[in-house]
């Protein structure tokens, strides 16, 4: 049914009726985001004391999993939370802080080999239980099961989205 006109003579187009499956995908998706934006807002707040960014502080999380062995540049991007198309930058910042180091391969010198020192260890750690205990207060009210049922049903979405 048209709406009533907004200016004398012209009639406004009609309100796009949406159905019940497509209102809840995006109530879905709303609240998807609105639950990321401060989880990330909280983890931000933590992450400031230290001097990190959340992208540094996923560079070294990502580093400390990797071991001794570390990782080319390009494992770390493609293991980031969220997509950085300068990782180069990222790891910059981080090496001139000493948590970090990077050295060509001797087999292969387009390799960069990038490692965690042992300052970016100890940072980390100092951060271990701050993020821990913000964790708990974030996600605390979920059992473990429903955790892991969180974490499927979101990675099913991201694997869908792109």
Same mark, same amino acid.
């Given at each position: ?5 907004d200016?004398p003579g012209?009639?406004?187009p009609?309100?796009?009726?949406r159905s019940v ?7 879905a998706?709303?609240a998807v985001l ?6 990330? *807002?909280?983890?931000v707040?933590v992450?400031?004391?230290? %001097? $990190?960014s !959340?992208?540094?502080?996923?560079v070294l999380r990502?580093? &400390?999993?990797a ?5 080319a540049?390009?494992q ?6 969220r997509?950085?198309?300068?990782v180069?930058?990222?790891?910059d910042r981080?090496e001139k802080?000493?948590?970090?180091e990077?050295?060509?391969e001797?087999a292969?010198? *387009?390799?960069?080999?990038t490692?965690i020192?042992?300052a %970016? $260890?100890a !940072?980390?750690?100092?951060?271990d239980?701050p993020i821990? &205990?913000?964790?708990e207060?974030?996600?605390g009210h ?6 892991a ?14």
């Amino acid at each position: 049914m048209p709406r009533k006109p907004d200016t004398p003579g012209r009639v406004a187009p009609p309100v796009h009726a949406r159905s019940v499956r497509t209102q809840a995908q995006f109530e879905a998706f709303s609240a998807v985001l609105a639950a990321a934006g401060q989880l990330e *807002r909280e983890l931000v707040e933590v992450l400031k004391r230290a %001097g $990190l960014s !959340l992208a540094q502080y996923n560079v070294l999380r990502i580093l &400390r999993g990797a071991g001794a062995a570390g990782l080319a540049c390009g494992q770390v991007g493609g293991r980031l939370i969220r997509h950085d198309p300068d990782v180069t930058r990222l790891t910059d910042r981080l090496e001139k802080r000493g948590l970090l180091e990077r050295s060509r391969e001797a087999a292969d010198r *387009r390799i960069v080999r990038t490692r965690i020192t042992a300052a %970016g $260890l100890a !940072l980390l750690a100092d951060l271990d239980d701050p993020i821990d &205990r913000l964790h708990e207060r974030q996600m605390g009210h979920m059992s473990e099961q429903r955790l892991a049922s969180l974490k499927k049903l979101l990675e099913d979405t991201r694997a869908r989205a792109g």
